[in-house]
């Protein structure tokens, strides 16, 4: 079959490599319909994390299912689904507290030895481990391109926003409005937040983020630190999103949030960082961090996604098929759009 | 001054009687710009419960500050305010807790001695004490007949659903479209279930839960528990609200609602019931019951009225002068009225 | 093999029956060292709770796994292991939220066709299906007696407590001391009740109640409401458990409960009852209902017991062999033990 | 009166001050019979901390009632009181969430200027303002030198554990066996910890620390994350409380605690620090810091105290007259007592 395969930084190819195979009763195989280019894949790309040469990439899809181990109950031969870009065993010391993105013996898709060796999904066929707990049914009416954002990008936005204790009623920021930050925007103003101020400095986003129901606000050409305090009484924001990771947004997040409230650092961090402790503390902040647990959240995105409440269908910005993955890459690399969708 | 006074049962007047006055260092007074008639009220003019001939009756209102005491710091005179139907007086064991409608002294606007002896609302002026406890400025631009239901009804709506622990992508049922009930579809709505289902048996009620993008379910002349199940795949909801308070509606709650949710009986309850015990252990439900903590989720309900989130102005029926008191009781007691607004 | 066999009403048989074998990767069989006689095996014993003729009886386990399937990881041939009293997939909607005693397809040991025709544990080798997820290693050190308390009794005990939401200081009352409530007083006190109000008739547990710490109050001869606010200045206890299940037991629940505090109903309800709806929606109580999730709460329990916090040893009235199950369950149903545990 | 003043970094003095008097409805004096030295006090004497000249130290106190002003509730002349180390007004935002702590008009005893200019403790006669939050009774038969812990280090110590989620069963570490340390062991210990581990690098502190039922584990001469593998299966702890406040303390923290487990800052950050914050994301955890919110839980701390779950006495190395309160100091200084209290 064909299949997007890392070769190189920079360089992608589609090739033809085996055809999966279920070798456990909790599998399924899927016909990839659609499958997403994420900044992830960039990550890839750019050789900072690295994968074995020729090694399928890609974790966003939805497809149909065509083969399944003995012991999937939950799905069947011919339904339409999506999938979580992580695996889980459902049995582990975190499984069992519904901490599934913690798993102990996790693997995600495309990501090479270091993340279980997990064939990726930028493919005609994807091998689905654990398939009870990975896959969902697509809900009736929904398309793919909507659906593929249930395990992934979706997914993320949900969790930063729903695990960082955010109430009906209150102020939030989302700082960085990729694709996270802006699905992010949709989940705090569909929860109910009275406001969200959408931080950025590209124009593009900052409108994209207005037409979600967020208050813009340009990263430097406005004054972030007055223009929360104008929205709040002057106390801050409730609940601060980093969906950039990088040591400024989470220095900004620190300024921006009122006493006792909330940082939630989705944004990737990996390294070591000058923090500003003495303002963690004298504001009693909270801080969550890390990626998203996704198989945790995805039914309650399916359903809101489901009811219309949310909608990623504008942050599609293009469709190619699977044999452009190369032109895809480059054009992503070039931050030229927000997710290509791609079809085998 | 003019108040509406209540006689007998049935009788109600607009009388004559004194002006308040400031007797405690945290008292404000309110000159009333416009009150309400509410469900409460006609507890009241049935004489199911008790107050003294001659007392003022009324617990909704907006109005102007006229006079403060000297340990009021968050309001001055000229502010237009909005209050709550309670006061509490912020030092007790359950206030300390944030359970201010719990307040070991918490007095209730238009109640009579049983509840504290505070002269009601319907009437030119109002002594509020705890001023700064139980009094918010009106945000810019709202409607005074917008105002008045944050401390009341959308209050109750507001507290139905938060305390319920409804999570954003859940799917609720509301039984029973009185204000309360139509509140509560709104505010759950609002924080993002995934589907609201609206329960009673009124045409227009269900009709106006739909235009506020519930699934409007007819008590009788539809099938509750297939509704839910087709809704929910054959689970339950996540959280019922049950805003009728008699026993049928419970047994109606505890049937609809799936294994571990939670029944919230925000709806009045005074007697002893037939409760199946043994359906809420088998599946191990929770339930919450009692009136709603006003003073307590005040600031959340007036950040969403004043985003637009939350918009109470359908349920205005009629707006009549304070003297058309008595005409406005009867019609409301005729049940032809969601929300009377009196202006005095 | 020999196993403890349901026959009729007041009779049971250690009969032959057939050696379990594994049908499911996930299974394991275990050699029973010592099995318990519950509560619940009573309500068999007396046909209120119908189970097959010759069915096998038991739920409460220790012993060693002698063969497991391919898909289990958790556990080894050879390890000492205990057991929770029923089984969960993993997988289902409940399941995925950690809500493991209300799986879609959870099969409890010992309980007949109604609850799964899983064979009971009161036999010389037990069948268990997902084994990662029932069975817990036994901790250095902890004698059988002791661990077989963890998959059903004092799990009990310990969900009661936690998911009653009581804190460290708060004032607990445990209704019934039979051995699920004077687990619970074991498991209130060791997660820091500053009181604990054991609550039955019979002198003896009140006096095992009293040697666990708490303070006794006897049913009928003092004053339990009077008890009650002496210890808590006369608002009622943050939080009571009702180990009882019975109408009687839940009505003074509700009136020894504070506003706003929490009645955990764990004993056993199955039927329609009077309850004061009146009462608990004046004081805002919150229930909660329904037997416990074991499960989810086995490894909390096993780190309190292994740390000698919880110690279930008093409550070992008897220890009997298998072949003696018939005086054992007579003698259980006199009520002249607290728990029996039969040695294959 | 007499009364410890601050003279300049290094000196205090015990000098003639004016006695305070009643100047809010909310104020109580209270004559002090015990107050204590704190390692806050420190930082004052250090210099680090400015407080005018001549300005009254201390905030750990214990007394009877003398005056109080026409609006004080709860308390009255006579009663034999403690206090919390800062006050709040109980009607702002933070008041009104129960976050006291961070009240907008927070006041706290003895720190100068920058914390509201409330004369300190360490003198005969104490002025308290909003007496009904921040006083409590001394429960019957509680010492002076136990009482005085309750509004502030065991206040923190309670604090530390309770907002760090903690449950019983857990695994907590401590780090920094100072007086709050000591006592976050003692509250982890009596909320149901299964194991503490409490590490430092003074073999008295640890002895202290096992005495309370911890495991101690030494600092530098011991291999620390290897005692945290070793109790905890592998995982890292389920809490860990920094009670150091330094960025060594916190790394450590951050290496020690489990996936999504949780780093509760309680020792003091004034500063800027390196974090890993690759580490903190790529295990999900969570961080709280702050001081305590003493007047939120002192209820708690004292039904704990009172029940004999908490007993700081050992803390208390050294008892002196308030005329030796500069030998106090120097004493404190060099790190040869853990609490002084003195008497007036």
């Excluded at 507290?97 to 066929?125: N, P, V, Y």
């Excluded at 995105?301 to 044999?323: C, F, I, K, R």
């Excluded at 993955?325 to 480059?330: F, L, N, R, S």
Aim: glycine letters at 12%.
């Amino acid at each position: 079959m064909r299949a997007v395969t890392f070769q190189a930084p920079g360089e992608v190819l589609v090739a033809d490599v085996p055809e999966p195979e279920i070798s456990h009763p909790g599998d399924a195989i899927v016909r990839i319909d659609a499958t997403g280019v994420c900044g992830s894949d960039l990550h890839i790309y750019h050789g900072r994390v690295q994968v074995e040469q020729g090694f399928t990439l890609g974790h966003e899809y939805v497809g149909t299912v065509v083969s399944i181990g003995d012991d999937v109950h939950g799905i069947a031969v011919g339904d339409r689904v999506l999938g979580c870009f992580q695996t889980a065993c459902g049995r582990c010391y975190f499984c069992r507290r519904g901490l599934f993105h913690k798993c102990d013996s996790s693997r995600t898709f495309g990501h090479g030895a270091t993340l279980g060796s997990l064939a990726g999904t930028q493919a005609e066929l994807a091998l689905v481990p654990s398939a009870d707990l990975v896959l969902r049914k697509v809900p009736q009416g929904m398309s793919d391109e909507v659906a593929l954002f249930a395990g992934d990008v979706m997914g993320t936005g949900y969790h930063a926003v729903l695990e960082s204790g955010m109430r009906a009623g209150d102020t939030a920021a989302v700082l960085g409005l990729g694709p996270v930050g802006l699905c992010a925007v949709q989940v705090a103003k569909a929860a109910g937040a009275a406001r969200v101020l959408a931080i950025d400095s590209v124009p593009e986003r900052l409108a994209m983020a207005e037409s979600f129901g967020a208050l813009p606000v340009h990263l430097t050409e406005q004054d972030t630190r007055a223009a929360v305090r104008d929205a709040t009484e002057g106390r801050g924001v409730d609940v601060c999103i980093d969906a950039v990771g990088h040591p400024d947004a989470f220095d900004l997040a620190l300024r921006l949030t009122r006493k006792c409230g909330t940082v939630q650092a989705i944004g990737v961090y990996a390294e070591r960082a000058q923090v500003h402790m003495g303002l963690l503390w004298i504001k009693s902040l909270h801080v969550c961090a890390g990626h998203a647990n996704v198989l945790g959240h995805v039914d309650g995105v399916l359903a809101m996604m489901s009811a219309g409440l949310l909608d990623p269908s504008p942050l599609v910005t293009h469709h190619m098929s699977l044999e452009e993955a190369p032109d895809a890459y480059a054009l992503y690399d070039r931050r030229e759009a927000l997710k290509i969708v791609l079809t085998p």
